[in-house]
Structures are given as C-alpha cells and as structure tokens.
C-alpha cells in the first residue's frame, strides 16, 4: 500500500464533515432532517391553505358592493342553512352514502372471490382487472360513459333491443332520478361515481377478508351454522373494517368531487359546483370556502368513526 493510502482514511476536519458525521451517529436527528422538507411543503402549502380557506370562510360579502368584508362574523355559515344551500348539501351528501353502499355490495363478492379461490395467475390478473380502469384519463372514463349513457348510446340501445324502453322511461320520471336522459340524470350520476370510485372499494375489502382465518369458517360450520349465520356473524364483522376503510375513499371522493356532477349530472348542483360558483361566477369567495369547509367536517367526524372501527387497519 503507498504512502498516501491512509490519508484517505483520515477523519474530515472540516466543519461539514462533522456536521453529517454527528447526524450520522445521532439516527433519530438524521430522520428528522430527512422528513424535514417535506413536512415543512405539508405544513406551509396544505395546511397553509387549509388555514387560509377557514379564516376566509368567516368573512362575509357585501350585498351592494359586491367586496368582501375582512370582519369576523357567521353570517356566511347561517348561509348555507337556506334552503337551496342546505339542498346542495343533502343531495351531495345523500348521493356519496348511496354511492359507497352500492360500492360495497357490489365489491364484496369480488373481493371475496379474489381472497377465497383466485391464486397463482388468476390474482394477478384479479389485481390487474380492477386497478387497469385507474391507469386510464379520468375524463376519457366519465366522457366515455356519457356516451354510453346517451340517448343514442349503448345502453339505450340494449333496452330497446329487450323491449325494456318504458322501464327507462319510468325511471327517469321518478324525481330521484330526473332527467330526459341517463347522461342528464342523478341515475347517471350515480352510475358513473360507482364505477370510478369501485376499485378504492374491492381492495381494501379484498384485504380484510385475507386477513380472515379460514379454519374460523370451518369452525363456525362444525358448531352448526347455516352459510347465512356464518356471514353474519364471523365473516362480515371481521370485513367490516375493510369495508369502512374503502368507504372513506369511496364517500369522501364522492363528497368533493366536481368533474362527474358537471359532466353527467343534471341542473341541480353538488357541493363541488357550488365552491366553482360561488368562487367563479358569483365571486362569493366566503360562501364558497364555508361549502369548501362542509366536506372537512363531514369527513373529519367519518375518520374519527372509521378509527374507532379499526379500518386504518385495512388500509
């Protein structure tokens, strides 16, 4: 070995090196520096935006002048228990329960059946047949199913071909479903939230149920238990965690989203056309971050619920 080999196993005197040599000796300050940047982007841009959306929502409007007035008052939360207001709220709320109930039957049978019976090739292409519609443009899915929910779509077709166009025609007068066509209807609406927002659905409930010991199964079947008394008694309660954990995707997407009630929906308006509205159009900026503060809520008291269920546990 040269002379000088073992100069480049001398210890750095220089001040840096024994900056990154104590961080290096101390683990837990070499985390914190690592998770630094990112914190401080979650606290100054996220929540920093958050803060500013809440103080904005305690402002208010002038009627005549059309400025905001920078004073603290609740006069713009008392807004939204007018009648039109409170409306936009139920049907937004009321289309996101119905949206993660329907997610849930349907989810679960395939899930299900991905946890019990698929494996090998058959999971992987279970994994790929339900996260494949996520690799696709989030508009291309909600434009395509406008098409096919179009008076001259698919659909309509395959009703008249079973000579099933009075049951349609039935159903859009129904005022829960309303509309002179699926693609201008809460039924369609609702159809299209379901199919995009389903695979947040099957995999956390395909997740719970593997978590499931078959052998309890068995056991409740050698104790006499019919199927039906095996579901409701082992089987669902120890889903339910995965169920409630996809319904916090499924409902708080639903809660907030603008794009499929814009596209699909009809003239009545949910909570994520109102904050556009408000904020666009109308230039109601306080009204439109008291809608925006809405679904924080809802969503704050959900999670605080799901915990206690224990669905963070199937996340």
Known sequence: MSAASPAIF??????????????????????????????????????????????????????YSGLIVHEFTLKTYAELFRSYNLDIIIRTVSMAAAVTLASAVIAFPIAYFAARYARGKWKALFYIGVMLPLWSSYLVKVYAWKLVLAKEGILNWLFAKLHLTWALEAALAL??????????????????FVYIWL??????????????????????????????????????????????????????????????????????????????TQQGTAGNIPLAAAFTVVPIVIMGLYLWGARKMGAFDAL
């Open 199 to 276: 695979p947040y659905m099957i995999i956390p409930v395909q997740a719970a149920l593997e978590r499931v010991p078959a052998p309890l199964l068995e056991a409740a079947a050698d104790l006499g238990a019919t199927p039906g008394q095996s579901f409701r008694m082992v089987l669902f309660p120890l889903a339910m965690p995965g169920i409630v954990a996809g319904s916090i995707f499924t409902f708080s997407l639903t809660l907030g989203d603008y794009i499929i009630p814009q596209i699909i929906g009809s003239s009545r308006l949910f909570i994520g056309q109102a904050v556009y």
């Open 10 to 63: 001398a210890p750095r005197s220089g001040p840096l090196s024994r900056a990154v040599d104590w961080v290096i000796r101390h683990p837990r300050m070499f985390v914190f520096l690592m998770v630094l940047p990112i914190t401080l982007w979650l606290g100054i841009v996220y929540i920093g935006a958050l803060i500013a959306l809440l103080i904005q929502s305690f402002f208010s409007i002038d009627e």
């Open 175 to 192: 005022p829960v479903v309303g509309g002179n066509s699926l693609s201008v209807s809460y039924l369609g609406t609702f159809i299209v």
